[in-house]
């Protein structure tokens, strides 16, 4: 979502490098013309218009004359066009190079970014050690409760490797009665505990549709594809960094998941307002909870966008929805 305030993504780089290349491909196209061209003209320059038969003709000389001199203008301008196409196609060249550089640099940064992310939630989640004063400190870390949050299943994952059993360490996510909720309340613990892959962002389409009681087969496969579509578009379905750190919206005081307030998160790259406005009664307050961020970003869509609540007219109104143009932000 972050996409209407975003100053590049990945997805757009790679779009304007595959048009960058094509640009490369016509020069070389009008190339081969314009060598034709060339061709074409140096033979009419070395002409030999006085050696004709009709050379005779009384006025011939001068029309002659005037023939070879617009002949050899249009060699000379047709040689500057060569030597400038040849600058703008090297030019091309290098900026698709520079393309590829920056996009590399996005990756490397966002491989960077999680990592450090990684290492700051194992840090975090490190129990303090009890100090030998024989006290039986019982208050724990208060999260040693359940999570069901209602979604069906399991929360939809923790199955990365972290087996942290009843020390708390799994994302707080439970339901709440609320509709829109004030951004205050928005929690941001968990990143990277659920599921990611395009089978697991489909499965968390179908419990938002439940729960928001779309149950037309119709519907349900226009979201489906609309959804699918953006999530793959704004976070790779699910995977980290799952946060924006660096676009515009990337501003105010970093919050409990080391990332600024105001930053993109979750499969549909929510920022928080309007993850808080558009909050769903029934899904828990949290930004990386799927189901919640796929509930908030359809109510969106529904309230800015008029998308019907059958979803027909999704891909026609929210061009990062449909699989058919090219990605725009929402």
């Not at 190079?97 to 992310?117: F, G, M, P, T």
């Not at 009665?177 to 505990?193: F, L, M, N």
């Not at 578009?233 to 998941?257: F, V």
């Not at 019907?308 to 109104?317: E, I, N, P, R, V």
Request: some cysteine.
């Amino acid at each position: 979502m972050s996409g209407d305030k975003f100053g590049v993504s990945l997805t757009e780089l790679a779009e304007i490098q595959r048009d960058w290349q094509q640009m490369s491909e016509r020069m070389a196209e009008m190339s081969a013309k314009l060598g034709q061209i060339k061709s074409t003209v140096a033979k009419a320059v070395a002409t030999d218009l006085m050696a004709a038969p009709f050379a005779g003709i009384v006025g011939f000389a001068a029309v002659a004359g005037q023939v070879a001199g617009e002949v050899a203008d249009i060699n000379e301008r047709a040689e500057k066009l060569q030597q400038t196409k040849e600058k703008l196609t090297k030019a091309i060249a290098e900026d698709v190079q520079k393309l590829q550089q920056v996009i590399k640099a996005y990756q490397e940064a966002d491989r960077k970014a999680e990592e450090d992310q990684r290492k700051q939630d194992k840090d975090r989640q490190q129990p303090d050690k009890p100090k030998p004063s024989g006290n039986d400190d019982s208050r724990g870390n208060g999260k040693g409760n359940g999570h069901g949050n209602g979604h069906g299943g399991d929360q939809g994952g923790n199955d990365h490797g972290n087996d942290s059993g009843d020390k708390g360490d799994d994302p707080d996510a439970k339901p709440s009665h609320e509709g829109k909720i004030p951004v205050k309340d928005v929690e941001y613990s968990g990143r990277g505990s659920w599921k990611s892959g395009e089978a697991a962002v489909r499965d968390y389409i179908s419990q938002t549709l439940d729960l928001m009681g779309i149950t037309d087969p119709k519907a349900r496969e226009q979201w489906t594809k609309g959804l699918l579509t953006m999530a793959g578009r704004e976070s790779s379905y699910n995977s980290l960094p799952l946060a924006n750190g660096w676009d515009s919206n990337a501003t105010g005081p970093k919050q409990s998941d080391g990332y600024p307030a105001n930053s993109s998160r979750g499969p549909w790259q929510c920022i928080p307002s309007t993850f808080a406005a558009y909050h769903q009664q029934g899904t828990s307050t949290n930004i990386y909870d799927p189901v919640a961020s796929c509930a908030a970003s359809m109510n969106y869509m529904m309230d800015r966008y008029n998308v019907s609540k059958d979803g027909h007219d999704l891909a026609s109104k929210v061009q990062q929805a449909n699989p058919g143009k090219s990605a725009r932000g929402y």
